[in-house]
């Protein structure tokens, strides 16, 4: 037989099936119907500042020097200028200068989505963390009134944390609670993310605490854009750092003033202000309507 013969129809369907993998994978792409939420005007989110803390703080009302309780800034307070937007190239870039805690806040609420960012961090920071590391995060499914936590800063909602070398971490804000796959604590250590373990419930109540280390550190170096997936569906949702899943949590819930515990799988979406500069970029967010079947076997 001749092999050269045989060689060419073999190569020109080898070709033909790529092309068509190619041409799904674009037909994927422009199927997933993705929201934008950046453009120069920031019309897609409001804003909220609180104080801008001092070391030493311990949860309660800032006071002034006479003694007396400080108001926070409050709610598209103008003039302070710590959400602002460049344009580079084709990118629309939100400068968070952290020099107020805070957070942007979309006006509208979100339920079983697809939330993506990227990120990167600035040179500067403000008064308490100006000898610690740099801070800031995604706030979900948030609810209630502003100020409702320890910073007075945010509403109830679940974190998914941004952090020098602990990006993907989880803090309950307020009284939220959630059960996360993650190794027991010992000692004074705290919980440690992993798949392989059974689900430990993380809350301010909770024998564990409200607080769980990410599976492992996948950030990028300082001048380098990192991408963050958060998947939430039907009360799970998976923390996604540049391509790595480094959490996997379930039964999204807060407790009530009745000590119930309420389902929390809805809510608006915070980016915190948290006295660190941090450049955000390509914020976008599409409905789904289910887990993928790689990601639904992680539960």
């Known amino acids: 037989m001749n092999m050269t013969k045989l060689a060419f129809p073999l190569l020109l ?5 790529s092309s068509v993998i190619e041409e799904k994978n674009i037909d994927h792409q422009e199927k997933l119907n993705w929201e934008e939420l950046i453009d120069t005007n920031l019309s897609n989110w409001d804003t909220y500042l609180s104080y801008q803390h001092q070391p030493g703080y311990d949860g309660t009302i800032p006071k002034n020097e006479q003694g007396d309780s400080i108001a926070p800034i409050g709610l598209n307070k103008p003039s302070y200028n710590v959400f602002t937007t460049v344009q580079e190239g084709d990118d629309i870039i939100i400068r968070n200068s952290g020099e107020y805690y805070g957070c942007l806040i979309t006006k509208k609420e979100y339920k079983n989505y697809h939330f993506q960012l990227k990120y990167k961090w600035g040179n500067k920071k403000w008064a308490y963390r100006k000898n610690l590391l740099k801070d800031s995060g995604i706030l979900y499914h948030s609810i209630g009134p ?30 939220s609670a959630i059960d996360i ?51 939430c569906y039907e009360g799970k949702s998976l923390h996604v750092v540049n391509g790595e899943v480094v959490m996997i949590l379930k039964n999204s819930r807060y407790i009530d003033e009745n000590g119930k515990s309420i389902p929390l799988i809805k809510g608006k979406i915070q980016l915190q202000s948290e006295a660190a500069e941090i450049f955000f970029k390509d914020i976008r967010i599409r409905k789904i309507d289910s887990l993928s079947t790689k990601h639904q076997s992680l539960f």
Not at 161 to 174: K, L, N, R, V
């Open 13 to 17: 369907l080898l070709f033909s099936c």
């Open 181 to 231: 796959r993650a190794y027991k604590p010992e000692s004074n250590l705290d919980p440690m993310a992993h798949e392989s373990q059974e689900y430990l419930p993380i809350s301010m109540n909770s024998p564990y605490k409200n607080y769980c280390l990410r599976s492992g550190n996948y950030e990028k170096g300082h001048d380098e854009w990192n991408t963050l997936d958060l998947f």
């Open 146 to 175: 502003m100020a409702a936590e320890y910073w007075r800063s945010w509403m109830l909602s679940q974190e998914f944390q941004i952090m020098e070398g602990h990006t993907g971490d989880f803090w309950s804000q307020a009284n």
